[in-house]
């Protein structure tokens, strides 16, 4: 109530949570990421014309923030209901759903789906390397990802190469 007395429009509310809960999750302090996170979602999904895509950035990052505190089914709920938005607007192989994808795929490892996981990974690291190149900092975190499948698979030697190709990004 006390935001609608100083003009403040509930997305900038949203965006406050969503960047405090963001710092919290790179501080390693996920329940106060968390319920920053839920504050920010609900504010969204709660908003009169709610922006898909800002919607699935805040499921995105609360999803991150549930698999850092090990609640990986949670998380997949959030990062697959905000994979399926990204590419509901940005349609399917294209550079906007990546980042939703990655998360996914890397969730779906820990709960040891590794064929699902191995395709959106693999995926989600094929258009960003097609449009950004191997050498961009983002792709490297997604070929760590790859990496990381190879270690669940304990193809240890597939893994250190790809590690090892992210590193001289």
Known sequence: EGHKKLGVKPDGIAEVYADLGLMY????????????????????????????????????????????LGRYGEAEELLRLAFEADVAEYGRGEFGQTISE??????????????????????????????????????????GSLARWHVAQHDYDSAESIFQIGRAS
């Open 102 to 143: 990655h998360n996914l795929g890397a969730t779906l490892i820990e709960l040891g789906r590794y064929k699902e996981a191995k395709d959106l990974i693999q995926e989600s690291l094929d258009i960003r390397s097609k449009l950004l190149g191997t050498g961009n900092p983002i792709t490297s975190v997604f070929l």
């Open 25 to 68: 999750y790179y501080w390693g302090r996920y329940p106060e990421a968390e319920m920053n996170q839920r504050l920010a979602l609900d504010i969204r999904l709660k908003a009169p014309k709610p922006a898909a895509s800002e919607v699935a950035i805040a499921r995105n990052n609360l999803g991150l923030t549930l698999g850092g």
